[in-house]
T-cell receptor, first 111, second 120 residues
Framework: ELKVEQNPLFLSMQEGKNYTIYCNYSTTSDRLYWYRQDPGKSLESLFVLLSNGAVKQEGRLMASLDTKARLSTLHITAAVHDLSATYFCAVPWWFSNQFYFGTGTSLTVIP | GAVVSQHPSWVICKSGTSVKIECRSL??????MFWYRQFPKQSLMLMATSNEGSKATYEQGVEKDKFLINHASLTLSTLTVTSAHPEDSSFYICSARGKTHAKLNTDTQYFGPGTRLTVL
């Protein structure tokens, strides 16, 4: 079974600061997805990382993938309150294409 | 494109009753649909994988007789929670994986808005 771990689980940070969320997974995968979830809502797709070394940026968020290290990072630059949400990474299982979700990182940005 | 809808958005029912949740892919054909359950402040847990025209594959620990899944067409899958109990209260999210399409990334799952079930 594929295991996906995120670190940290909870994160409180001040506006304007930078921080990185880490996503480790236990077996080989060449793809990884990042999602955002607001309270009471479903998942919003943020990034699709399709190869080793992939880097994608959207606004204050930047995601990267290192398939050899089985690690993805989600970097937050100059955080703003609107980024407060829970962030999940998800790794597809090559055999069935089902997604294994990380534990989630609950981010609170404090003014 | 690649919109997935769920109906209802939320439902409150009495213990012992059955509840049906629909998941539809609105603008693409979904060969595979997935059903997830999410408890408060927890991650999504896959319940079952549903392929059109065949029986669903359930994850370990998920009772197939309690959570009936039907994938009758390429655009519709249903989850029926039978004899619901308060511990079944949760946020249920479906996702759909598309068939080959020029503008659709078939390796991506597209998530529905979720259905919040409360069993009294």
């Amino acid at each position: 079974e594929l295991k996906v771990e995120q670190n940290p689980l909870f994160l409180s940070m001040q506006e304007g600061k930078n921080y990185t969320i880490y996503c480790n997974y236990s077996t080989t995968s060449d793809r990884l997805y990042w999602y955002r979830q607001d309270p009471g809502k479903s998942l919003e797709s943020l990034f699709v990382l399709l190869s080793n070394g992939a880097v994608k940026q959207e606004g204050r968020l930047m995601a990267s993938l290192d398939t050899k290290a089985r690690l993805s990072t989600l970097h937050i630059t100059a955080a703003v309150h609107d980024l407060s949400a829970t962030y999940f990474c998800a790794v597809p299982w090559w055999f069935s294409n089902q997604f294994y979700f990380g534990t989630g990182t609950s981010l609170t940005v404090i003014p | 494109g690649a919109v997935v809808s769920q109906h209802p958005s939320w439902v409150i029912c009495k213990s012992g009753t059955s509840v049906k949740i629909e998941c539809r892919s609105l603008d693409f054909q979904a060969t595979t649909m997935f059903w997830y359950r999410q408890f408060p402040k927890q991650s999504l847990m896959l319940m079952a994988t549903s392929n059109e025209g065949s029986k669903a594959t359930y994850e370990q620990g998920v009772e197939k007789d309690k959570f009936l899944i039907n994938h009758a067409s390429l655009t519709l899958s249903t989850l029926t929670v039978t004899s619901a109990h308060p511990e079944d209260s949760s946020f249920y999210i479906c996702s759909a994986r598309g068939k080959t399409h020029a503008k659709l990334n078939t390796d991506t799952q597209y998530f529905g808005p979720g259905t919040r079930l409360t069993v009294l």
